[in-house]
Structures are given as structure tokens and as C-alpha cells.
């Protein structure tokens, strides 16, 4: 809710919903997830999305604003972390990271990162090479990161530098991949949500294609409209 960009932004309204509810109501149907957890700061700020999240039932955590990373394994440790229906038989424990600026976070993507993760041997898999801008290889707003808990764990320990980033130990120090890339899905456009002007588009995508649909039908409809 403290964005300095666009402050209040998670709960800024899309077709007549908060942001935060697009993006949670869309990975309820993805298929490889079995729980979704919020973690929030414990900044006053934030007590709104509380109201949100009560009235859907959606779990949550509070817990350091600054200090993300100790928040993200605190949510992970109490809520016994979100867990693939494949890994409940491994005792794998896998967690799933989307941010709450990505309202058009595609479920089909979420699905096909899950299963690359889990057949790859990797510590971290994200949907386009992390190590690059991912605007840069696909469109910016469709981030997706797979990571076991495992791995959040050695972060959560090891990190003394960059604990406002929950990932950076990961990427840096453990085995990572990428799922392969689609030439189909190479756009460099923005469409995560960080000013008004994203915010504007997102709004536009959202009145033209309704709640169902994914990044190639986002593209189509750029495209036909000649956004890029």
C-alpha cells in the first residue's frame, strides 16, 4: 500500500475489483497450487488488504516491512508453505512467488513453471531467465518464480546484505534454471502495474478480454490493437 509510484496500488480498482483480488482469484485455478498465502508488512498501511483477504478467506502473514526476505520464510514456516499436489507424496515442499503488481499473472504459465521445477533438479526455476530483465525476453508482468523450501530456508540463514529481496541468495548461490523460451511470447511491453499510465493499460486489457484469458491472448489483442 506505501508505494512511493503509485501508493495504494495493490488494492486500486480493476473492473470493478482491487488488483490484489485479480491476481488472487486467477491463481486459485491454477491446477499445481493447493494454497495461496499473502504475505503483508506489518505497516498500519497495509491493515485494508486485511479486510480484503478476510473476505475471500485467503491466508496471510504480517511480518518486517523492510526485511522481506524474514517474512517470506515466516509465512512459508507457519502455513507449512504452498505445496504442489506432485510433492505431497516427496515431501518436497515448493513454493510458488508472484508478486501482487502482476493483475494479468497468467495460471497455464504458473502450471508449466511448476513442472519444470520439479523435473529439472534445480534449487530455483523462474518463467524467463531471471538473470536478464525479463521485459527483455517476455513481457514485464508475468513473473514467476519456483523455489523449495529448502532453498528459502539457506536464503533466510545465509543472507546478511540483500534481505529486502527474497531471491537473491537463491539466484546467486544455488542451482537455478529457466523454462525454455517461447519466441511466440517475446514482447518487450510493459504490463505489471507500478504508475497510472500502467495502470491505464491494465484497466484497457481487463474492459477488452474480461476475467479469463492469458498472456498470448493479452499479445493478440496489443497486437490487433497496434500497441506494438
Known sequence: MSSTRLPG???KD?????MLWHVITRLKRAKSLNNIIVAISDNPADDPIVDLLDDMKVNYYRGSENDVLDRYYRA?????????????STNETVIVRITSDCPLIDLKMVDKTVKYFLNSGCDYVSFGDIRQPISTVYPDGFDIEVFSFDALRQAWMSETINREHVTTYIIENLRTGFVPYDSGLRQPIRLSVDTGSDLTLIRWIFAN????????????????????
Not at 480493476?14 to 482491487?18: M, N, Q, T
Open 76 to 88: 512459508a514456516t507457519l502455513f507449512g508453505t504452498v505445496r504442489t499436489h506432485e510433492t505431497i
Open 9 to 11: 496500488k495493490v488494492l
Open 209 to 228: 478480454l474480461g476475467n479469463r484469458f492469458g498472456i498470448r491472448d493479452v499479445l493478440r489483442l496489443l497486437k490487433e490493437k497496434n500497441e506494438f
Open 14 to 18: 480493476i473492473a470493478g475489483k482491487p
